[in-house]
C-alpha cells in the first residue's frame, strides 16, 4: 500500500512539472477546473472550463484550443484568454487600445505566472506582455474550492512615451461549447426591481448593458444565470451563474460565433468611456465572480450565497440589527417629540433600532420635501432644536440604537452647497440643465468633492460616535453628462466617478470599519458586490406590496445571501394581513416602516411575537442554506426555505398568492434536511387566538419523509401565508 501510495505521489508531481513545462495554469474548485495553456506562440488560451477533472495527469492531454487554417496552416485564432483588438481574430475582443504611435492592434504573449493562498482559497496571477509595445496586462484569478466560486479580473499598464487609449477592458473572457445556451436576466426599473426572463442565444450578440452612471442597474441588474444544453431550471441541469463587482455602468456580451461556440464577456461599458492611460498607471476591472452547478440555480446560489459570507460583504460573519423606519409613516413631516415616540414604539416592537429617514437637514434652504437641501447636511433646527445628539439620547433612553439616512453623493440646486459650489455637480455648461427627481448628482471624480462627500458621514460620527447605522442613498442617474473638473477627459468621467465613490467608501470602512450601512438606490439600482464590501446590507425594492416583494426577493435570492436583502412591513397594499405582510418581509433581514397606531392590538401583539420568533430563529435564515422550493413565476404559491448548516433546525415558508378557485394543491417537499434525523414540525407567527390548521402542526417525521413525500402547506386563500419551524430531535 505504501508503494502504491509513493508511486501516486510520483505521478502526480510527474504531471505537475509536465505542466509547468508547458506552462498549463490549472484554476480549480473542488467542483470546477478552469485550465488555460500557452501555446507555441506564446499566447494563453483557454484550453477547459467545466466538472473538476479526477486525475490530475489528465491536464496534459489538452490541445492548445488553437484552430487550423483551411490550407493546412496553423493559426492563431482560438480561445485566447485575453485577446486584443486589430490583429486576427473575427469576433469581440477583451481589451482594445490605441497605443501612442496610432497602432490599434494589441496581442499579448506569456511572460510568468505565480500561485499563492488567500483567504479562503489560491489566486493564480499571469503576467502577459505585447511583444512590439510595452503593454502588460495581468489576470488574477482566485478560486474558493469549498464555495465552488472563481473571481477573476485584470490590470492593464504600460510604459509608452505618451499615454495610450483604452476603449476596451474585460474583466475576462470565458468560452462554452454547447449544443445550446440559455439566458435568464433580471430586468429593472424603479418598484420593478430583479424581474426574470429567458431567452435562447442564437448567432450573434446580445448585450445586457446600462448607461446610467451612477444609478446604474435602474433598468438592468449586473448579474445573470446561463442555462447550458437546456433552460436553467432550479434543481436540475448545468448552469453557471455570473455576477460583476461594478457600481457603474456595466456590460455583458454574449457572443455565438459561426460554429455555435459561445463568449461570456463581462465588463464596465466602454459607451462614451475612451479611457486616457497614462504611463506606469494601472486600470483594474472590475472583478466577475461565476460560480457553476450540476444541479440547478439553487446549488449555485447557496455557493454565492455561502462565499459571500464568508469573503466579501461587509460583516458577512455578524450580526444585522431589526429597525423601525419612520419614512412610510411621517414622510418629511415630524419634530424631535414625534420621533422620541416612535423610538419607544420601536422598543414596544422589540426592534433594536430606530431609524431615521430623509427631511432632517437644511437651514436656509429646509428639506421638508424633494426640492431643495441636499446638500446641506446640517440639523433642521425649527425641527430638531437638540440636533442628532439629542435624538441618539432618545433613543438610548427609549433603549434602542439609532441610526441615519443620508444621501452624501447628491445636490440640489436649492442648496447652500451648490450656491457656493457650482463646479462640484455634474452639470452641462452650454444646455438647459435637465434634473432628475429635482437634484444632480456631484461629481466624485473631483478630490474636494470626495473629501466633502466622505465628510459628511466623518462629521456626523465624530459629533456622535454612538450612531449606529446609516442608510445610504442615491436618487438619481447620471444626467448632463459633463464634468466641470474633468474638462478635456470627458472620456473618464462614468470610471472615474466610480472610482471616487469608492475611495470615499475605503476611507469610511477604514475609520469606521464597525458602522453598518445599508446600500440604497431609489429602491434596488445598487446591487453588485463591489458595493458590498462596504455595505452590511442592501434595500430591494421602494415597492413593498408584499405580493411584488415575493418576486423581487425570489429574483434577488438568485444573486445574494437573506443576510444581504432589506425587507420591511408597510402599508403598501393594505388588502393583504399584516400576518401576510410581515410573514414576506421575514424571509429576508426584516424591519419594520410604518406606525404601531395603525396597528390594532391583535395586529401589534402579532407582530411582536414575530420579531421574537425571527430573532430567535436568525442565524437559520440569515445564515442557512438557501433553499427555493416553489417558485411564484410557476403558478400560484410561493415557498422558500432555510436549513442550518448541521441540519438540525430549518425555518418554511409557503404563500398562496392568488390560487384558482379549486385549483389542486400539492405538498411541498423540502430540501437540505438529514434523511435520517426525526423532525418535529410546529407553525409558528400564528394570530393571536388563533390555533394552526396545518395537519401535520406539532407531529414528527423523518427529514426522508419530509423531502420525499413532503407537507401540505398550501391553502386556496388569497394572500396567505404560513411560517413553519423543524427542529431535530
Known amino acids: 500500500m505504501k508503494k502504491l501510495f509513493v508511486l501516486l505521489m510520483a505521478l502526480s508531481m510527474l504531471a505537475q512539472i509536465n505542466a509547468q513545462e508547458k506552462k498549463i495554469f490549472r484554476i480549480s474548485t473542488d467542483n470546477t477546473d478552469l485550465i488555460l495553456q500557452v501555446a507555441p506562440n506564446g499566447r494563453l488560451y483557454q484550453s477547459y472550463l467545466g466538472d473538476k477533472l479526477l486525475n490530475e495527469q489528465d491536464i496534459n492531454n489538452f490541445s492548445y484550443a488553437v484552430k487550423g487554417g483551411s490550407d493546412g496552416s496553423v493559426s492563431t485564432r482560438g480561445w485566447e484568454v485575453y485577446p486584443g483588438s486589430g490583429a486576427e481574430d473575427y469576433f469581440e475582443p477583451a481589451v482594445a487600445i490605441t497605443h501612442y504611435d496610432g497602432n490599434p492592434s494589441t496581442i499579448f504573449r506569456y511572460v510568468s505566472a505565480e500561485q499563492k493562498e488567500v483567504k479562503g482559497g489560491t489566486e493564480t496571477v499571469i503576467n502577459l506582455k505585447d511583444d512590439q ?22 490590470e492593464i499598464k504600460h510604459s509608452e512615451k505618451k499615454p495610450i487609449n483604452l476603449w476596451r477592458y474585460a474583466s475576462t473572457m470565458l468560452y462554452f461549447s454547447n449544443t445550446n445556451y440559455y439566458l435568464t436576466e433580471f430586468s429593472s426599473d424603479w418598484a420593478k426591481e430583479a424581474r426574470m426572463s429567458t431567452q435562447p442565444l442564437m448567432f450573434g450578440k446580445k448585450v445586457i448593458d446600462t448607461k446610467l452612471g451612477s444609478r446604474a442597474a435602474m433598468h438592468a441588474h449586473p448579474f445573470f444565470e446561463l442555462g447550458l444544453d437546456q433552460p436553467v431550471q432550479e434543481q436540475q441541469g448545468r448552469v453557471m451563474l455570473g455576477t460583476l463587482g461594478w457600481t457603474g455602468n456595466f456590460q455583458f456580451t454574449f457572443e455565438v460565433d459561426n460554429v455555435g461556440n459561445l463568449r461570456v464577456i463581462p465588463a464596465i461599458n466602454p459607451y462614451a468611456s475612451y479611457y486616457e492611460l497614462k504611463a506606469n498607471e494601472i486600470f483594474s476591472t472590475p472583478e466577475f465572480i461565476f460560480t457553476f452547478s450540476n444541479n440547478g440555480t439553487g446549488e449555485a446560489s447557496r455557493n454565492l450565497h455561502a462565499w459571500a459570507r464568508n469573503y466579501q460583504l461587509k460583516d458577512g460573519q455578524g450580526d444585522r440589527l431589526t429597525l423601525l423606519n419612520n419614512w412610510e409613516n411621517t414622510y418629511f413631516n415630524f419634530n424631535e417629540e414625534l420621533l422620541g415616540e416612535l423610538m419607544k414604539e420601536a422598543k414596544h416592537l422589540g426592534v433594536d433600532m430606530f431609524l431615521l429617514d430623509d427631511g432632517w437637514f437644511g437651514n436656509k434652504h429646509p428639506r421638508n420635501d424633494d426640492h431643495a437641501g441636499l446638500g446641506d447636511w446640517e440639523v433642521m433646527k425649527s425641527k430638531l432644536p437638540g440636533g442628532i445628539p439629542a435624538l441618539v439620547k432618545s433613543a438610548k433612553e427609549a433603549g434602542v440604537r439609532f441610526g441615519i439616512w443620508i444621501e ?47 465628510g459628511v458621514v466623518d462629521n456626523i460620527l465624530t459629533e456622535n460616535p454612538e450612531v449606529a447605522f446609516f442608510k445610504w442613498d442615491c436618487n438619481s442617474p447620471i444626467t448632463n453628462v459633463y464634468s466641470p473638473y474633468l474638462k478635456d477627459k470627458q472620456g473618464q468621467l462614468y470610471i472615474n466617478h466610480v472610482r471616487g465613490i ?71 397594499n393594505k388588502n393583504t394581513s399584516v400576518k401576510f405582510r410581515t410573514d414576506v418581509a421575514s424571509m429576508c433581514k426584516l424591519g419594520f416602516d410604518l406606525g404601531l397606531k395603525e396597528l390594532n392590538a391583535d395586529e401589534l401583539a402579532y407582530c411582536q411575537n414575530a420579531v421574537a420568533n425571527w430573532k430567535r430563529l436568525k442565524s437559520v435564515i440569515l445564515d442557512g442554506d438557501q433553499y427555493r422550493l416553489v417558485s411564484p413565476y410557476d403558478g ?25 378557485f379549486g385549483e389542486k394543491l400539492f405538498p411541498v417537499r423540502l430540501q437540505g434536511l438529514d434523511a435520517k434525523k426525526m423532525y418535529k414540525v410546529k407553525e409558528i407567527n400564528l394570530m393571536p387566538n388563533k390555533n394552526s390548521n396545518l395537519a401535520v402542526n406539532e407531529k414528527t417525521y423523518s427529514g426522508d419523509y419530509l423531502m420525499k413525500v413532503g407537507i401540505n402547506a398550501f391553502t386556496t386563500n388569497q394572500t396567505h401565508s404560513r411560517v413553519i419551524e423543524l427542529t431535530a430531535e
Open 408 to 454: 452624501p453623493e447628491m445636490v440640489n440646486p436649492r442648496s447652500d452647497l451648490f450656491e457656493k459650489h457650482p463646479d462640484w455637480a455634474i452639470h452641462l455648461p452650454n444646455r438647459e440643465t435637465y434634473y432628475y427627481r429635482n437634484q444632480l448628482v456631484l461629481d466624485l471624480s473631483n478630490p474636494k468633492v470626495q473629501d466633502f462627500v466622505f
Open 133 to 154: 509595445y510595452p503593454v502588460e496586462v495581468i489576470l488574477h484569478y482566485i478560486a474558493y474550492p469549498k464555495e465552488n466560486v472563481i473571481k477573476t479580473w485584470s
Open 502 to 572: 469608492y475611495n470615499v467608501l475605503n476611507r469610511i470602512k477604514d475609520k469606521y470599519p464597525n458602522v453598518p450601512m445599508m446600500l440604497c438606490s431609489g429602491g434596488g439600482a445598487r446591487c453588485d458586490y463591489e458595493a458590498l464590501k462596504y455595505f452590511t446590507e442592501f434595500w430591494c425594492s421602494d415597492n413593498t406590496d408584499p405580493v411584488e416583494r415575493i418576486f423581487i426577493q425570489w429574483g434577488f435570492s438568485q444573486i445574494f445571501p437573506s443576510k444581504a436583502m432589506c425587507a420591511h412591513v408597510t402599508s403598501w
Open 636 to 660: 400560484n404559491h410561493m415557498a422558500i426555505m432555510y436549513t442550518a448548516p448541521d441540519a438540525s433546525k430549518a425555518v418554511l415558508y409557503t404563500y398562496d398568492i392568488h390560487p384558482r
